[in-house]
């Protein structure tokens, strides 16, 4: 068997990359960046809608602690006055109504 040769210790061999290998790092590189904008329009879109649901639970959180104040203050009769006006139309006698149109 022949031997074979080989470099001295000292010396290493440099491998050159051809144009195709170029090409396909280049085009690797290009999609890996397309991929990375995209990520971080997803991660803002993301970040909007997290804003926007923690406002809507700040929200139903304040709502939540009217209506716990509203039930430890009990059924007093000008909260039940007040529901009755507001949401079933009560009137007192001597009392006018004014309409501004029908629905």
């Known amino acids: 068997m022949a031997k074979k040769e080989r470099a001295p210790k000292g010396r ?3 491998l050159h990359a051809g144009p195709l290998t170029k090409l396909l790092l280049l085009v690797l ?3 890996i960046g397309w991929q990375l904008y995209r990520l971080q329009g997803q ?3 993301a970040q ?10 700040e929200v139903k959180r304040q709502e939540n602690s ?3 104040a509203d039930i430890e203050a009990g059924g007093s009769q000008e909260k039940m006055e007040e529901i009755a006006r507001n949401e079933l139309g009560m009137v007192f ?3 006018y109504v ?3 149109g029908i629905d």
Do not use: F, S, Y
């Open 29 to 31: 590189l290009l999609g």
């Open 98 to 100: 004014l309409c501004d």
């Open 48 to 57: 909007a809608e997290k804003d926007l649901l923690a406002a809507q639970v």
């Open 93 to 95: 006698p001597g009392e």
């Open 12 to 14: 290493r061999r440099i």
């Open 66 to 68: 009217a209506l716990a």
């Open 43 to 45: 991660v803002e879109a």
